[in-house]
């Protein structure tokens, strides 16, 4: 029977989700100690400094296809089965360090129009810079369409409680008050289309 003495991985850091995944060979036999299961490498990855200790419990595996492995799961019978034996079928160690998307709903000021729409919005984009303010979001929105240019000078942004939320507004710490992460509690785009500054619209709003 063969043994495998070594594993290839991926680090996936959410982070980092705009760069490239970094790739490494681990030896499985370190300082007379044999790595026999995923929970063994991820411990051996920690205790070199590899990933900071203070993501440990947001780290997880999956194959190179996606799907995710059981911590117990034995390395033996994983580089039997041709998993993390090369670097194409590298296994990836996904490091959740902050939350991939953020939810956000659409809410028209004026009457007669359709219940709020909420829509999920990632983070980081492979055409483009990673979202990071509440301005990257507002101009990705309209940079993609979602809303009509005329109104952008009429949104204002809302947080789950109805605090003004404002554009310079740092997402991660928005998401990490619980603002926006999730469908049921979603930051709120204010959109007031009624008053556009025409002589027009001042007298039907008067």
Same mark, same amino acid.
């Not at 034996?85 to 490091?95: E, G, T």
């Not at 204002?156 to 926006?180: F, I, M, P, S, Y």
């Given at each position: 029977?063969?043994?495998? *003495?070594?594993?290839?991985? @991926? ?11 970094? %790739?490494?060979?681990?030896? !499985? ?6 790595? @026999? ?24 595996? +999956? *194959?190179?296809?996606?799907? $995710? ?22 296994? $990836? !160690? &996904? &490091? ?21 729409? %909420? ?13 990071? &303010?509440?301005? =990257?979001?507002?101009?990705? &929105? ?13 949104? %204002? ?8 939320? +404002?554009? =310079? ?6 998401? @990490? ?6 469908? %049921? ?11 556009? =500054? ?9």
């Amino acid at each position: 029977m063969t043994t495998h *003495n070594e594993l290839w991985l @991926t680090y996936h850091q959410a982070s980092r989700c705009n760069k490239p995944a970094t %790739t490494q060979l681990v030896e !499985l036999e370190f300082q007379n100690e044999k790595l @026999t299961d995923l929970e063994d490498v991820l411990e051996h990855l920690f205790r070199q400094g590899f990933v900071e200790a203070q993501h440990r419990s947001l780290s997880y595996w +999956e *194959n190179h296809n996606g799907q $995710r492995l059981n911590p117990g799961h034995v390395l033996e019978e994983l580089l039997t089965e041709g998993e993390g034996k090369c670097p194409q079928s590298a296994l $990836r !160690l &996904i &490091i959740a360090d902050c939350p991939p998307h953020l939810w956000f709903t659409y809410v028209y000021t004026h009457k007669g129009v359709s219940p709020a729409v %909420t829509q999920r919005v990632k983070l980081c984009h492979a055409q483009e810079a990673k979202l990071e &303010i509440i301005a =990257h979001l507002t101009n990705h &929105i309209f940079r993609n369409g979602y809303l009509p240019a005329r109104y952008r000078s009429v949104v %204002t942004w809302q947080g789950t409680c109805g605090r003004k939320v +404002e554009e =310079h507004e740092n997402l991660d710490a928005l998401l @990490t008050a619980g603002e926006g992460l999730t469908e %049921t509690s979603p930051l709120r785009l204010i959109i007031d289309p009624v008053c556009t =500054h025409t002589k027009t619209c001042h007298a039907t709003c008067h």
